[in-house]
T-cell receptor
């Protein structure tokens, strides 16, 4: 199994509060990704990173920001959480040689009340 | 974004049966991937396909990259209880990190 951990694994928060999710990898992979998974939508890319301080937007980036100050950590921040951001969030990593072969973490279930 | 249709949405089968599922896209891609997700876990890559017409196996699983480059198929032979889960297809272009996922096929095995 790829060495990917996510924290927290579960979180309940209230509308309007800031939330930060953390992804940590021990594989030293350059590429890291944040997805959200919702019923009927599969997985959708929020943001990804191709190196320290290098990030780009995905399909559903509105309302989310990311930061990567170290190779091993990729943070996803919801500046002001909304109920539509209730979802399961997955982090993934990939090797530059096969960027499309992505390995996923265990997920974080976020509920915004 | 690209349309990626995965079918069926769900399947209820008996142990030992064969399973077939497929994905179709509105556009051409040169990489197709199949993932499986167990309850409470992240998806795990099963098979990657890079060439039109390619047929690749992983144990009892066989996936094919359609010759039109707009579709892909996954077959599971002689299903067993541990095959239960959600199967996702995904596509991209080679070297492109942005994957588009299908909506998934939920496989349930009836006792």
């Amino acid at each position: 199994d790829a060495g990917i951990t996510q924290s927290p694994r579960h979180k309940v928060t209230e509308t309007g509060t800031p939330v930060t999710l953390r992804c940590h990898q021990t594989e030293n992979h350059r590429y890291m990704y944040w997805y959200r998974q919702d019923p009927g939508h599969g997985l959708r890319l929020i943001h990804y990173s191709y190196g320290v301080k290098d990030t780009d937007k995905g399909e559903v980036s509105d309302g989310y920001s990311v930061s990567r100050s170290k190779t091993e950590d990729f943070l996803l921040t919801l500046e002001s959480a909304t109920s539509s951001q209730t979802s399961v969030y997955f982090c993934a990593i990939s090797d530059p040689a096969r960027r499309e072969n992505q390995f996923f973490g265990p997920g974080t279930r976020l509920t915004v009340l | 974004g690209q349309q990626l249709n995965q079918s069926p949405q769900s399947m209820f089968i008996q142990e030992g049966e064969d399973v077939s599922m497929n994905c179709t896209s509105s556009s051409i891609f040169n990489t197709w991937l199949w993932y499986k997700q167990d309850p409470g876990e992240g998806p795990v890559l099963l098979i990657a396909l890079y060439k039109a017409g390619e047929l690749t196996s992983n144990g009892r699983l066989t996936a094919q990259f359609g010759i039109t480059r707009k579709d892909s198929f996954l077959n599971i032979s002689a299903s067993i209880p541990s095959d239960v889960g959600i199967y996702f297809c995904a596509h991209s272009n080679f070297g492109n990190e942005k994957l588009t996922f299908g909506t998934g096929t939920r496989l349930t095995i009836i006792p």
